[in-house]
């Protein structure tokens, strides 16, 4: 059995991959299911391609899908994008533009005469489909991102995984935690036949492999290997790259977060949610549930009602996020949710109601 070229690149994970790889020789034989799981960052992506260049270099066949949030809402699309192989030699180009659903209406029409499209109609497809495939040559269903999967694959996989389980086919997957709930994912990951792996931070002697710096890498970073690589690298272009991923993750959440974020960076302190909430200008319930948001995306840490960012590395990035404007704007609010806090300290009134004297 060939090992994954990849695996020579990576730091600290030579039990993971001894892992994986073990797990996927068994696969030639009977079915198997790995789950990579971790914070963002964390270098999951990283250990699936593993999986993926060892089910490459021993010659099976490999179906890939990287699910994302734009596409989380889009009935069918990873399964769509896993059966790409399978469907391209079947649909027409016009089913193509139409989108996921109409392809595998196609996909279905092989199965039932009628071409139905419920999740029943395509998941007796899909099993005839990675049957035929894995008849002969082992098989890795490789997914990349799984918790942003769209409900309608979810169901269809739920449908096959049992099924499907005694057959030469590998189902590796990474999720980020906390996972969105799913009674199809939930129920994959807290399955015994699932062996889960949790990529660690990187240690001081990882990171000194790369660098001469490594305590202050390791200080500003966490060990999160993606913050660990930019920080290592040190262009513009890395830190470019990692605040764009921040901005990503402030998208996806509510309208709070990203504010409540960039306040909390500017303060340069742990703050309490009082001051973000006289910052922000945000009522409690939504300064609690951005805060709430924010520590799903390991941006902040909340512990006792005190809020501090997470990585230093990311508190020097997120001012960036902001245009001028907003910036200066945010920053004015800030010294004055400070001042009235420090008023506060020496005398509880202050920003109290007003109260007719009695
Ligand atoms: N063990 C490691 N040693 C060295 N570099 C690593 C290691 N793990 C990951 N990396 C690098 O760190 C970066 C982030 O890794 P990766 O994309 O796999 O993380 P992720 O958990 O999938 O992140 P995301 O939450 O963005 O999906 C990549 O450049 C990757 O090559
Ligand atoms: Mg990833």
Redesign the pocket.
């Known amino acids: 059995m060939s090992t994954s070229p990849r695996s020579r690149?990576?730091?600290?994970?030579d039990s993971e991959i001894a892992t994986i790889e073990t797990v996927l020789s068994r696969a030639a034989v009977t079915g198997e299911r790995i789950v990579v799981s971790?914070r963002?960052?964390?270098?999951?992506?990283?250990?699936l391609m593993v999986a993926r260049d060892y089910a490459i270099a021993n010659g099976w066949n490999v179906l890939t899908a990287t699910s994302s949030e734009s596409t989380s809402h889009v009935p069918y699309s990873l399964l769509t994008e896993l059966l790409a192989p399978l469907l391209t030699p079947i649909v027409s180009a016009e089913s193509v533009l139409a989108g996921p659903s109409t392809m595998l209406r196609q996909l279905a029409s092989l199965a039932s005469d009628d071409g139905e499209l419920s999740p029943a109609s395509v998941a007796y497809a899909v099993r005839a489909a990675l049957l035929g495939l894995a008849d002969t040559t082992p098989t890795a269903i490789v997914m990349d991102?799984h918790h942003w999967a769209d409900s309608e694959s979810l169901e269809v996989l739920g449908m096959l995984l049992n099924p499907l389980a005694d057959r030469h086919i590998a189902v590796v997957l990474?999720v980020?935690e906390p996972w969105r709930p799913h009674p199809v994912l939930d129920e994959f990951l807290a399955s015994p036949l699932t062996l889960t792996i949790r990529?660690a931070a990187?240690s001081i002697d990882?990171i000194r492999t790369m660098s001469a710096d490594a305590e202050s890498i390791l200080e500003r970073t966490g060990g999160v290997?993606?913050y660990v690589?930019a920080a290592v690298e040190g262009s513009s272009v890395a830190a470019t790259r990692v605040a764009a991923?921040i901005r990503r993750r402030l998208l996806a959440r509510g309208p709070w977060a990203a504010r409540a974020a960039v306040a909390t960076a500017l303060c340069m302190r742990p703050v309490s949610r009082q001051l973000l909430r006289g910052t922000t200008g945000a009522p409690s319930v939504e300064i609690d549930e951005a805060l709430r948001e924010l520590e799903d995306e390991d941006i902040v840490t909340v512990s006792g009602g005190v809020v501090a960012i997470r990585y230093p590395m990311v508190a020097e990035l997120l001012p960036q996020l902001c245009s001028p404007a907003e910036l200066a704007d945010l920053s004015d609010a800030v010294r004055e949710a400070e001042r009235r806090e420090a008023l506060r300290a020496i005398n509880p009134l202050v920003g109290a109601p007003l109260t007719e004297a009695g």
């Open positions: 690149d990576l730091l600290e994970r971790g963002p960052g964390m270098g999951r992506s990283a250990l991102d990474t980020r990529p990187l990882a290997p993606f690589v991923a």
